[in-house]
């Protein structure tokens, strides 16, 4: 106990300078905006920005982008509420019941619940993420390049089950995010791999190239042929702090959506996503009257605003601890440390406290900016959401292009987020998911890297992936969820889950 105390004093030293509070506050705003403008989402947006991280201090840095994922889960509130439109797809069951309590005139009662249960979950998120940071660091520090190899595999395995679509269509996804980590010279011996004399992709495909073509070009096109149907709520706001008997039947959900949403945030293979889906039904089933749900249940938006915030945190241990990206933003997020020069998993705790630390305390100040941001200005929010989203594209394509060209000053990179971009959309309009390429994308090196460890250290000998106990572990449990996931049954209620 006394370590943590010590451990978050040391992360609020960081967090709370002055710099460290402006780059909180821009991640927060800009994770609102795009949060309330349904169409890009964090994961384009973080994409997008990876390019201007390069003039900022590694912590400042990551404290900003995670600041535009977790800001994003409120923004998304707001639009669900207000237009009866997700602005994320965690909000999307927010829709059910928040909307119809703003039809009724207590708009401003399901915003500011909302924005409680996001806050009170984000806060115990916080210390949970600061009681199991230190345990969870020594257990990965057990780890050799065996055991590593398969806890990617076993991650990649999660990754396909959690996917939506058929699980073919996720394998292939994560089959062509690894061929593309493939594409460059080898290290080892200097041969040019799948390059086809392209002197450009001599040294690989950037990662900022790949995700910034497939979730933010490919989402702008995508979002520009569809029709913008918005039916913004007109009635008055209303009071935004709850009463007494609405906190009283909130208190509950919140502290179960809380748990769920982060057990779940904690699974690779985007498990937050389930979370508030996971809230909904709970408190669906726990409720004496389950009736009202769907008709305006404060309950409807409590528990999975809970969920839906505490997932989106927690999800950042698997990535600070054991360096595994748990989804695609966090896959970003290994992409924003490798810019930088840091190496994901146990040594960012022992050899980069300030960073470790410092990030965990931000998310506690970046909650309380959102209380801040979200609940007085809702009224600007409102406005935002009857802007014209079409008018806003050209900037946002304009900005990427400038964004890219500053990595390398390379117009060849410009033209490979546009071939990476189509790419994309070709792959949303046959229904093929894109996370799990860039999961595959961003493990694929280390996987390979090793994999190759692991054989040169046992001279050749695959046994060695089942001789310890921690890679034998994981890969029985794969195994198991390969097994599972194809019985029919099952993989029927999944793609249930996924439909609804």
């Known amino acids: 106990m006394a370590d943590m105390i010590a451990n978050l004093a040391l992360g609020f030293g960081v967090a709370l300078s002055l710099k460290a509070l402006m780059l909180c506050f821009l991640g927060c705003l800009i994770g609102t905006l795009i949060g309330v403008l349904p169409g890009i989402g964090p994961v384009a947006t973080i994409a997008m920005l990876l390019p201007v991280t390069f003039g900022i201090d590694p912590v400042g840095a990551l404290i900003m982008l995670a600041g535009i994922y977790y800001g994003a889960q409120y923004g998304g509130s707001t639009t669900a509420i207000i237009a009866n439109i997700p602005g994320e797809v965690t909000s999307v069951v927010t829709t059910l019941d928040g909307h119809r309590m703003a039809s009724q005139g207590r708009a401003g009662v399901a915003l500011g619940i909302a924005a409680i249960s996001s806050f009170v979950a984000g806060t115990i998120a916080t ?23 398969s806890l990617m595999v076993f991650g990649l395995m999660f990754a396909v089950v959690l996917a939506r679509g058929s699980l073919a269509k996720a394998v292939a996804m994560i089959f062509t995010g690894i061929l593309f980590s493939t594409v460059g010279t080898d290290l080892e011996t200097g041969q040019a791999r799948l390059t086809f004399g392209v002197a450009e992709i001599y040294d690989g495909i950037e990662f900022a190239v790949i995700a910034m073509g497939i979730f933010g070009f490919a989402e702008i096109l995508r979002t520009i042929e569809q029709r913008e149907t918005r039916v913004v709520q007109d009635a008055p706001i209303g009071r935004l702090l709850p009463d007494l008997s609405d906190l009283k039947m909130s ?63 927690t999800s950042f241990l698997p990535l600070l601890t054991l360096g595994i990206p748990p989804n695609a933003v966090m896959a970003l997020m290994v992409g924003a440390m ?81 071939i990476f971009g189509f790419f994309g959309y070709v792959l949303m309009k046959l229904e093929f998911e ?53 019985v029919p049954s099952i ?5 249930k889950v996924f439909v609804e």
């Open 127 to 149: 210390l949970f993420i600061a009681a199991l940071g230190a345990p969870l660091t020594r257990f990965a520090l057990l780890f050799g390049p065996a055991d590593y190899f």
């Open 491 to 495: 993989n029927k209620a999944r793609n």
């Open 338 to 418: 490798t810019i930088h020069g840091i190496v994901p998993g146990p040594q960012i705790v022992s050899k980069q406290p300030a960073l470790f630390w410092g990030m965990v305390a931000s998310m506690w100040i970046g909650n309380l900016m959102l209380l801040v941001i979200n609940l007085p200005l809702v009224g600007l929010w409102i406005r935002l959401i009857r802007a014209p989203y079409r008018l806003l594209f050209p900037a946002i394509v304009l900005f990427c292009c400038i964004g890219i060209y500053s990595i390398d000053n390379s117009a060849a990179e410009v033209g490979m987020v546009a």
């Open 251 to 313: 208190s509950g959900p919140i502290l179960r959506g809380t748990f769920i949403g982060g057990f779940l945030g904690l699974l690779p293979g985007n498990g937050a996503l389930l979370g508030p889906f996971a809230s909904y039904a709970t408190e669906k089933r726990l409720s004496k009257e389950p009736a009202r749900f769907g008709h305006g249940a404060i309950e409807g938006v409590a528990g999975p605003e809970a969920a839906n915030n505490a997932g989106a945190q």
């Open 434 to 486: 894109p996370a799990p390429l860039v999961l595959g994308f961003v493990l694929g090196r280390l996987l390979e890297e090793k994999f190759r460890q692991s054989l040169l250290i046992s001279r050749g000998a695959l046994e060695t992936f089942v001789s310890h106990s921690i890679s034998a572990t994981l890969l029985a449990l794969t195994a198991i969820l390969i097994v599972i996931s194809l």
